[in-house]
């Protein structure tokens, strides 16, 4: 059952495909479950959770850490000074609103850098901000200039940017640059693009810069689209991507961290983190948010690597690859075979190898039954508690096992 191979599908390396994008040389993963994170509904940290989550991002190579809303409370400030204290390899960011005294509390805490969120597009001017794009575009360049003076590095944030008139965005996007601005984050906001026009924007935007600096993208997940977003933007050149981990933040969240990583790595041979750790990860900041993790989420969810069918589960054995496109190793995650009704002799045999039990061929036989008859009477499938009493009845003895 050994399973070191990635195997995708090698569409995705064509030279024909791969002449289709415009992929950066490198990416960058702007995590951002500290900030957006505590957007979900339900999710409070505490401000040593915080430093907690900020580690392990560490420990999985994550470049960008945006730590939280220091203008916010006392508490979010004091959780920013100890996570930049901490010294982590990961730069630490700070958000910020569109206003000087919460530029001036990311700059207080000591972080790397500030993104600023100023949504540019008429609907949020016309009953958000309620002001004129002339007043905007003034703001935001005296905005840069600003915290250009107090030493920060500046992603401006320019949220809703999907729905922004194009011509517009561009003339925020130079003016911006020009008094500073080290980084665009073109946001979708609502979650309302599709990849292709996502594609088309990065690569429009990249055209139109008078000079070029880094584009990250932040993709909400409203139309289940965020993690395609994302990658799609990657594919126009982005090199900068807000996630999140298993996808936290507002409304439908976010692309989700640990789905760009493994699909950066895996589908376009992108990125260098270290992918092993991140169950671990998820897992954590699932037992601290009270965020439960769907079974059938991908990379982490308990039924990732979870084989049922006993046609599935036999090919499995023979060679893993036939239905798992990468290794469970490779994120920290475990192949289960799950014992049921579907579960056929094969499965059984390994089942049963699995937990050091020995067994005649017929006593395998009558095991099946027994599970498959179980498993149907009760709709679902067997615990290793279970699978042993059922074992034990058939070698009507009781067993020892590694169990
Ligand atoms: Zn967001």
New binding site residues.
């Given amino acids: 059952m050994e399973h070191k191979e990635l195997s995708v599908s090698y569409y995705n390396f064509l030279p024909e495909v791969r002449m289709l994008m415009e992929l950066p040389g490198d990416v960058i993963i702007h995590d951002?479950t500290l900030r957006?994170g505590e957007?979900t509904a339900g999710v409070v940290y505490k401000p040593e959770d915080k430093l907690y989550i900020a580690k392990l991002l560490d420990e999985v190579g994550i470049q960008q850490i945006e730590a939280g809303f220091p203008a916010a409370s006392k508490g979010e400030r004091e959780a920013l000074k100890m996570i930049v204290r901490e010294g982590l390899n990961a730069k630490i960011f700070g958000f910020a609103r569109a206003v000087k005294s919460d530029i001036d509390a990311v700059a207080d805490v000591g972080a790397y850098g500030l993104v600023m969120s100023f949504p540019p597009s008429d609907i949020q001017l016309k009953y958000k901000l309620k002001i004129s794009r002339e007043e905007y575009y003034n703001r935001a360049v005296e905005l840069v200039e600003y915290a250009k003076s107090r030493g920060l590095y500046i992603t401006f944030s320019a949220?809703d940017s999907t729905r922004a008139d194009f011509n517009f965005l561009i003339k925020v996007f130079n003016g911006i640059i020009d008094a500073g601005c080290d980084r665009l984050r073109v946001?979708d906001?609502l979650g309302c693009i599709h990849p292709t026009a996502m594609k088309f924007l990065i690569k429009r935007i990249r055209e139109s810069l008078k000079k070029k600096v880094p584009i990250e993208v932040?993709c909400?997940n409203d139309h289940g689209l965020a993690v395609a977003n994302t990658l799609a933007a990657v594919e126009a050149g982005a090199e900068v991507l807000?996630t999140s981990v298993l996808g936290l933040?507002?409304r439908c969240g976010?692309a989700p961290t640990e789905e760009v990583i493994v699909a950066l790595k895996n589908l376009y041979g992108l990125g260098n983190f270290r992918t092993e750790k991140l169950y671990k990860l998820c897992k954590e900041v699932e037992r601290i948010t009270g965020f439960i993790i769907p079974p059938h989420k991908p990379v982490v969810g308990v039924n990732a690597f979870a084989h049922a069918s006993g046609i599935h589960q036999h090919a499995v054995l023979e060679n893993p690859i036939c239905y798992e496109p990468y290794p469970p190793e490779m994120v920290g995650q475990f192949r289960r075979i799950v014992i049921g009704k579907l579960s056929g002799k094969h499965a059984i045999k390994a089942k049963l190898a699995e937990l050091g039990i020995s067994a005649t061929e017929e006593e395998v036989s009558k095991i099946v039954e027994l599970v498959k008859s179980v498993s149907e009477e009760r709709k679902s499938p067997l615990s290793d508690k279970e699978f042993i009493e059922i074992v034990e009845k058939v070698k009507e003895s009781p067993l020892t096992t590694r169990c």
């Fill in positions: 951002t957006e957007q949220e946001v906001t932040h909400h807000s933040g507002e976010l």
